[in-house]
């Protein structure tokens, strides 16, 4: 099997050496901070004293690090060393921060790939995981089998930055939609509602609404905004939301930055529209404002 490094063994970083070695890779691993690469060792790993060891020690090197000014603060001293060999980043950066550690690799003369892991560590290596690549296709063939051990590998394209940029408008979608379970539970809160007894309602409920998304995106693609059928902007008021908010006690910040983004178009003279036209207000932000 291919010899893998992974520089970084926090939580994401482990679970993708195990992986690895769970698969019968030779693996080494290196952190920063002593004692996290522990329990890979126990599993098998052999751990490098310094970053420059475990470059060597691979042709592919996986890096699991904080931040974008991380992966530079690793790999900017082992540059010469990463010469010839492939480099798979796996931490979270943004589009335009994949496209500069491409341009610094190439520079480098190393093969780059960039990945947005859309999992949590404990589910790396199931079918529930998916992990979204960027970046050089010959790194992406090269070592699809390894980067399949860790779950569904997804290639966009030559862009290093398109997977950062699906990995974050996902997570944008899924922060905001808990956001919205977290002020419906607070609203019923201050009413003594315990957030058991609401998410018990609110799950099934926004398991029957999922669908909808679709039908959006379909909307969304046509802009056929005033289409027959379709909520009107008008019907989508958030006025009594935001005053029930108000009435009990509680930060209107959320959905009043809803409430902006339709009363924007309605604004605009486009009342009568569908409510998916407010993403014409994220759009085109300094139009709307």
């Known amino acids: 099997m291919t010899a893998v490094t992974f520089l970084g063994a926090g939580e994401m970083g482990a679970a993708l050496a195990g992986a690895a070695l769970a698969a019968g890779y030779r693996t080494t691993v290196w952190n920063r901070s002593p004692g996290r690469t522990d329990a ?12 420059a060891d475990a470059v060597a020690a691979a042709d592919v090197v996986v890096v699991c690090l904080l931040d974008h000014a991380s992966v530079h603060e690793v790999l900017d001293p082992v540059a010469s060393a990463l010469t010839g060999r492939h480099v798979v980043n796996l931490t979270t950066t943004t589009p335009d921060g994949a496209r500069e550690l491409a341009w610094w690799a190439s520079g480098a003369g190393v093969g780059y790939l960039d990945g947005g ?9 199931s079918a529930a995981s998916t992990v979204f690549y960027s970046g050089s296709g ?3 063939d090269r070592h699809r089998d390894l980067l399949e051990r860790w779950g569904s590998a997804e290639y966009f394209g030559a862009d290093a930055g398109i997977a950062s940029l699906q990995d974050l408008a996902l997570l944008a979608a899924m922060y905001t939609m808990f956001a919205g379970f977290f002020h419906g539970a607070a609203m019923v809160g201050a009413a ?8 018990a309602r609110a799950v099934p409920w926004l398991q029957a609404l999922a669908p909808s998304v679709a039908e959006y995106a379909d909307i969304i693609d046509r802009k056929d905004y005033s289409a027959a059928g379709q909520q009107s902007l008008v019907f989508s008021d958030l006025t009594d939301i935001v005053d029930a908010t108000r009435d009990q006690g509680i930060s209107t910040e959320l959905v009043g930055a809803v409430q902006k983004l339709i ?27």
């Open 40 to 51: 890979l060792v126990a599993g098998g790993a052999t751990a490098a004293g310094t970053a």
């Open 192 to 199: 003594g509602v315990s957030a058991t007894e609401f998410a």
């Open 263 to 289: 009363r924007r178009q309605i604004d605009a003279g486009h009342g009568g529209d569908g409510f998916a036209r407010v993403i014409e207000s994220i759009r085109h932000p300094e139009a709307a404002a």
């Open 138 to 140: 010959e790194v992406f």
């Open 117 to 125: 892991v859309m999992a949590t560590p404990q589910m790396i290596g």
